[in-house]
């Protein structure tokens, strides 16, 4: 059985909402370990957004019997330090396994859940209840914070059948190389057509004797950019130095950012009405 699920975490409370995909039913638990391991009992397959880098760790760490003041320090150890939530020892130690997914994965980078709220038109509101509050919920706050937590899960659902025909392409791939659905789902794009392809890790050490192509129409591309791209071949560089590097320049009014993996940019709030049948001038 397949449940939307989403947490949230306070000083001295922690809130898990899951909702069956088929019934509609939501199950509400609040600062209750047992009753959290006997919903898992029922080996529930897991779809969240973001949950892999977040939520899965809370989880864990209230499968472990954590009181709600360690489930907030792998909260702060996540969100506030910026750690990997499996090197938390809470974590790290956890003998429970699950199966999920994340409809975070192949989504555009930085691409948050209020903002697809926003696109689908859903009330954005967050709520007032201050996640820094160093007291215990009072009734009223944690009926606010589940409120809103079951609408984060509603936000989610929506996403899920926005991208289902996406999920079964994914599927049918994965059956046709013998994946199993539950590994395949957990599988980025990239993961799953490595996987697919039966990729093998290899070892190369070549990425600095790039050559650029004879065709390469030179005359188009200011010094500057090709002076960014020969510092590859100065080996008193890193490749930290190297690679994790960018430049950025103006093409006529545009402001651009060019760097390994290629070059964007967008003049802000630009807009054209088209008098003819030109639909995008390049």
Same mark, same amino acid.
């Given at each position: ?89 809470? #974590?790290? +130690? ?8 994340? !409809?975070? @994965? %192949? ?5 948050? $859940? ?110 500057? #950019?090709? +002076? ?8 008193? !560089?890193? @490749? %930290? ?5 960018? $430049? ?35």
């Amino acid at each position: 059985m397949t449940y939307i699920f989403d947490c949230e975490v306070f000083a001295f409370d922690w809130l898990f909402v899951f909702k069956n995909l088929e019934s509609k039913e939501y199950t509400i638990i609040h600062n209750d370990n047992d009753a959290v391991k006997s919903f898992m009992e029922n080996d529930p397959l897991l779809a969240g957004f973001n949950n892999k880098h977040y939520d899965q760790f809370i989880l864990k760490a209230v499968l472990s019997d954590a009181t709600p003041e360690q489930v907030k320090e792998v909260n702060d150890y996540v969100i506030v330090h910026g750690e990997v939530g499996w090197q938390h020892p809470l #974590v790290r +130690d956890c003998k429970y396994y699950f199966e999920q997914f994340d !409809l975070f @994965d %192949d989504c555009q980078a930085g691409l948050s $859940l209020k903002a697809i709220e926003a696109h689908l038109g859903m009330d954005i509101r967050e709520s007032e209840v201050d996640f820094n509050i160093d007291r215990s919920l009072t009734e009223q706050e944690l009926e606010e914070t589940i409120f809103y937590c079951k609408h984060d899960v509603d936000a989610t659902e929506r996403l899920y059948y926005l991208r289902k025909n996406y999920i079964e392409n994914k599927l049918m791939l994965a059956r046709i190389k013998g994946i199993p659905d539950n590994r395949a789902l957990y599988m980025t794009n990239a993961k799953l057509t490595a996987a697919y392809l039966d990729a093998q890790p290899k070892e190369h050490d070549d990425e600095r004797e790039y050559v650029y192509p004879d065709n390469l129409l030179r005359e188009y591309i200011p010094q500057k #950019v090709f +002076d960014f791209f020969n510092r590859i071949y100065d080996h008193s !560089l890193s @490749d %930290d130095e190297v690679f994790k590097s960018k $430049l950025n320049f103006n093409i006529g009014d545009c402001e651009v950012t060019i760097a390994y993996g290629g070059i964007h940019g967008a003049i802000p709030c630009y807009r054209e009405r088209s008098e003819t049948k030109e639909v995008v001038r390049v």
